[in-house]
């Protein structure tokens, strides 16, 4: 990346905290757009000081209908070399509403003209596996054998596998043959980029995911699963008529698979923080005046987990 990498960190870490912190005081509310307008408002505030000049390749403002963070925003203070940005503000925003664990506050940055933009696609059909698996996954196999060579890679047993996929209607049946071949299946209610992690993560005990989610969860995946080394496929997938014609209107082919390498096609990292805790961070804690946030930072091979605190 052709910009000091640890000021832009800096810079990423700065936004997901901030939108964590102001996402998180609307936990528990049951005001999704709130909350996603808090976030991304707070975001988009901590960008403004990023040195550079970073353009928003995929973002909030066309798929959550948000004023601010939308595809082509040019964020920054302008002083310094170009970069790509890809955000959700907020993943998992029903989470954050019911206060349940598993909203993520998430950005990842690349070099310029790197992170692929979808258009107006909104949706992208994907897998996800470790580093071991990334050689065998295919979009146009059926789901078992998916399974017989992601277990064949990783040394298990169909049988030993846990698949990530989102419990939404359109994966009803994808779910029923992953559990008819014999693996286990976690379905969270939402929380794309975070059901990736659990895969990329060698402490959570997640073997691939299957289905389909976010553009913008998809490409900050990319980085992420790009950093480390893993693998990944993806394809859009639009949920209505209307997200078909527009992506046609675009001159954008719906069945054209890309690899990670085209999804994030240059250096790369991705940064979350915490908003409702869960098994991967925890929530923003005050007390005594002080905030304390939990944050994980993917870049060049490592992984780093950071705690961030702020005095009144």
């Known amino acids: 990346m052709r910009v000091d990498i640890h000021a832009l960190e800096a810079v990423a ?50 798929k959550d209908d948000a004023p601010m963070l939308f595809n082509g925003e040019v964020v920054g203070t302008g002083n310094g070399p170009d970069f790509d940005i890809a955000v959700d503000p907020l993943e998992g925003t029903s989470f954050c509403a019911k206060d349940l664990p598993g909203s993520l506050a998430t950005i990842a940055f690349g070099e310029p003209g790197t992170l692929w933009s979808p258009g107006p696609g909104f949706y992208m059909d994907k897998i996800v596996v470790p580093p071991r698996a990334k050689d065998v996954i295919d979009l146009d196999d059926p789901p078992e054998r998916t399974l017989a060579n992601v277990a064949a890679a990783l040394g298990k047993k169909v049988g030993d596998l846990r698949v990530m996929i989102m419990d939404k209607p359109r994966h009803k049946n994808l779910i029923a043959r992953v559990l008819q071949a014999g693996a286990a299946v976690q379905t969270p209610a939402g929380g794309d980029v975070g059901g990736s992690l659990a895969v990329l993560l060698p402490t959570l005990d997640v073997d691939l995911l299957l289905g389909v989610g976010g553009t913008p969860e998809g490409v900050m ?32 082919p719906i069945d054209r698979v890309y690899e990670c390498a085209e999804l994030a096609a240059g250096d790369a990292f991705f940064v979350a923080t915490g908003v409702t805790g869960g098994t991967l961070l925890d929530r923003p804690r005050t007390a005594d005046g002080t905030t304390t946030c939990a944050s994980l930072l993917i870049s060049r091979g490592e992984i780093r987990y950071l705690t961030h605190t702020t005095f009144e």
């Open 221 to 252: 995946t990319a980085a992420a699963v790009r950093a480390l080394g893993g693998g990944m496929l993806g394809r859009l997938a639009p949920q209505r008529v209307e997200e078909a014609d527009a992506i046609r209107a675009a001159g954008m």
């Open 13 to 62: 870490l700065a936004a997901t905290r901030s939108a964590a912190v102001a996402s998180y005081a609307w936990a528990g509310r049951y005001d999704q757009k709130a909350a996603d307008a808090a976030a991304t408002k707070a975001m988009r505030e901590a960008l403004a000081e990023a040195p550079g000049r970073g353009t928003v390749v995929i973002g909030e403002g066309e």
